[in-house]
């Protein structure tokens, strides 16, 4: 089992920066698939990035290509999510996931353990 708490959101400009981290306790993180959703209100939960658990393979929503970088650094058991040329529609509760022995994936319904969310704003 795994426990994740999630860091790094804030009020941001539009075209600003920000790092989110994913910080896990618990055994075996190296094995687990992680990923990051967000949700904005009134919205469903979307996918955002994901990253296997040796970290050599990522993939990510179109909306976020070029802009966002999925990370891992499984000595410390932490995740990451650098966010640059943020835009207002990115707004949204940011939580992590993970899939214990997955490989990745956009679906949420594969991930077991979930944080409870950083809120990342951006304003125009």
């Known amino acids: 089992q795994v426990q994740l708490v999630e860091s790094g959101g804030g009020l941001v400009q539009a075209g600003g920066s920000l790092r989110l981290s994913c910080a896990a306790s618990?055994?075996?993180?190296?094995?687990?698939?992680l990923a990051w959703f967000r949700q904005a209100p009134g919205k469903e939960r979307e996918f955002v990035a994901a990253?296997?658990?040796?970290?050599?393979?990522?993939f990510y929503t179109d909306s976020v290509k070029g802009r966002f970088t999925i990370s891992r650094d499984n000595a410390n058991n932490t995740m990451y999510l650098q966010m640059n040329s943020l835009k207002p529609e990115d707004t949204a509760l940011y939580s992590c996931?993970?899939?214990?022995?997955?490989?990745?994936?956009?679906?949420?319904?594969?991930?077991?353990?979930w944080g409870q969310g950083t809120q990342v704003t951006v304003s125009s």
């Open positions: 996931a993970a899939d214990f022995a997955g490989l990745g994936s956009d679906a949420s319904s594969n991930y077991e353990y």
């Open positions: 618990g055994n075996r993180f190296s094995i687990y698939a």
């Open positions: 990253i296997s658990w040796s970290g050599g393979r990522t």
